[in-house]
């Protein structure tokens, strides 16, 4: 009776027929204030209250307090890096320049690229607590931080993704397009370029599941990638399920959330089947139901990101990207 199931743990970065799993009251608690980002209008969503509310439940220990002062700090110092009546693109340009050149601004300590950490395989190091602190991020940690100071400058952005990383988009009206601003490198790039780099399917494209401006509740499912990671990583299966439905909620097409929704499944079987009967021959009568439906739930997700375009990378395509990390510390002497 052994039936085909999948998992496939990510660690870097992003109307359905849900399976209704009761939270626990821990889960419920602490997932209250990523709902109420989810649940209000676009207009009303915060960036940093949504990704507060993520990093808390990871590390209770976050100090909101003193990232929100933080915040408060960096955007004064943007707000002294542009004149009265600056146009949106003037502020996006005194914003990078804030955070990316050295300059009394930031005491001469600009944000930049981790490269002790290419994979992101550091949790701690996609929390906005560490970013602020150590000013060394990830394709995470670095475009939520510019969406969130870009939101409170009052600038029209938006988080965009493609596969395993994390953008942001301007609405640049001397351009009278959305353009690109790569966080990781604060500059500019072109849709093209993510294409060829992050390794875009034709597929992907046609149904426009990357490289798109997000609305800001669809931002806040990137926001809670992290969160299904946290989960994922704890093996708590029912948490896992209850945050990708809140993000697919939000976006149908969020391949990440579907792909964490499969491993959700796949936890659960591995809890209530497989580790209880090795022999998928001895599940009980009265269960082989409820074991066909989780194992038919558990590849419909991967059925349905595949159909819209996703695709893990490859071994070759990872060592490429880690060769150009290695290419990137020797022209910065690490």
Same mark, same amino acid.
């Given at each position: 009776?052994?039936?085909?199931?999948?998992?496939?743990?990510? %660690?870097?970065?992003?109307?359905?027929?849900?399976?209704?799993? +009761?939270? %626990?009251?821990?889960?419920? +608690?602490?997932?209250?204030?990523?709902?109420?980002?989810? +649940?209000?209008?676009? !207009?009303?969503?915060?960036?940093?209250?949504?990704?507060?509310?993520?990093?808390?439940?990871?590390?209770?220990?976050?100090?909101?307090?003193?990232?929100?002062?933080?915040?408060?700090?960096?955007?004064?110092?943007?707000?002294?890096?542009?004149?009265?009546?600056?146009?949106?693109?003037?502020?996006?340009?005194?914003?990078?320049?804030?955070?990316?050149?050295?300059?009394?601004?930031?005491?001469?300590?600009?944000?930049?690229?981790?490269?002790?950490?290419?994979?992101?395989? !550091?949790?701690?190091?996609?929390?906005?607590?560490?970013?602020?602190?150590?000013?060394?991020?990830?394709?995470?940690?670095?475009?939520?931080?510019?969406?969130?100071?870009?939101?409170?400058?009052?600038?029209?952005?938006?988080?965009?993704?493609?596969?395993?990383?994390?953008?942001?988009?301007? +609405?640049?009206?001397?351009?009278?397009?959305?353009?690109?601003?790569?966080?990781? !490198?604060?500059?500019?790039?072109?849709?093209?370029?993510?294409?060829?780099?992050?390794?875009?399917?034709s597929l992907a494209l046609q149904n426009d599941i990357y490289l798109r401006p997000l609305l800001p509740r669809e931002g806040v499912g990137v926001i809670a990638s992290t969160l299904m990671e946290h989960y994922g990583r704890q093996k708590s299966a029912d948490a896992l399920l209850e945050v990708a439905e809140l993000v697919l909620a939000a976006n149908s097409k969020d391949t990440i959330a579907l792909i964490w929704k499969g491993n959700a499944y796949y936890l659960q079987l591995q809890e209530h089947y497989a580790n209880r009967y090795p022999n998928p021959a001895d599940i009980p009568a009265d269960?082989?139901?409820?074991?066909?439906?989780?194992?038919?739930?558990?590849?419909?997700?991967?059925?349905?990101?595949?159909?819209?375009?996703?695709?893990?990378?490859?071994?070759? !395509?990872?060592?490429?990207?880690?060769?150009?990390?290695?290419?990137?510390?020797?022209?910065?002497?690490?």
């Amino acid at each position: 009776m052994g039936i085909k199931i999948r998992h496939f743990w990510m %660690t870097r970065a992003i109307g359905l027929c849900l399976l209704v799993v +009761a939270p %626990t009251s821990w889960a419920a +608690a602490n997932l209250a204030p990523l709902r109420t980002q989810f +649940a209000l209008p676009d !207009q009303r969503v915060s960036y940093l209250d949504a990704k507060l509310a993520v990093d808390r439940v990871i590390d209770p220990s976050t100090d909101e307090i003193a990232v929100r002062r933080d915040i408060d700090r960096w955007e004064r110092a943007v707000r002294d890096n542009f004149p009265i009546g600056a146009s949106d693109r003037g502020i996006l340009d005194a914003l990078l320049k804030t955070l990316y050149t050295p300059g009394p601004w930031n005491d001469n300590r600009p944000f930049s690229y981790d490269l002790s950490d290419p994979l992101g395989s !550091q949790p701690a190091n996609k929390h906005l607590a560490t970013y602020l602190r150590t000013r060394k991020g990830n394709c995470v940690s670095m475009p939520i931080l510019l969406v969130i100071l870009g939101q409170r400058l009052g600038l029209p952005v938006a988080l965009a993704t493609a596969p395993s990383h994390v953008m942001v988009k301007f +609405a640049d009206d001397t351009q009278q397009a959305w353009v690109n601003v790569e966080a990781t !490198q604060g500059g500019f790039k072109f849709d093209s370029s993510y294409e060829r780099d992050t390794h875009i399917t034709s597929l992907a494209l046609q149904n426009d599941i990357y490289l798109r401006p997000l609305l800001p509740r669809e931002g806040v499912g990137v926001i809670a990638s992290t969160l299904m990671e946290h989960y994922g990583r704890q093996k708590s299966a029912d948490a896992l399920l209850e945050v990708a439905e809140l993000v697919l909620a939000a976006n149908s097409k969020d391949t990440i959330a579907l792909i964490w929704k499969g491993n959700a499944y796949y936890l659960q079987l591995q809890e209530h089947y497989a580790n209880r009967y090795p022999n998928p021959a001895d599940i009980p009568a009265d269960k082989v139901a409820d074991y066909q439906r989780l194992s038919q739930a558990n590849l419909a997700m991967y059925d349905q990101a595949e159909r819209l375009g996703w695709a893990p990378w490859t071994p070759e !395509q990872e060592a490429a990207y880690l060769r150009s990390i290695e290419r990137e510390k020797t022209q910065r002497g690490q």
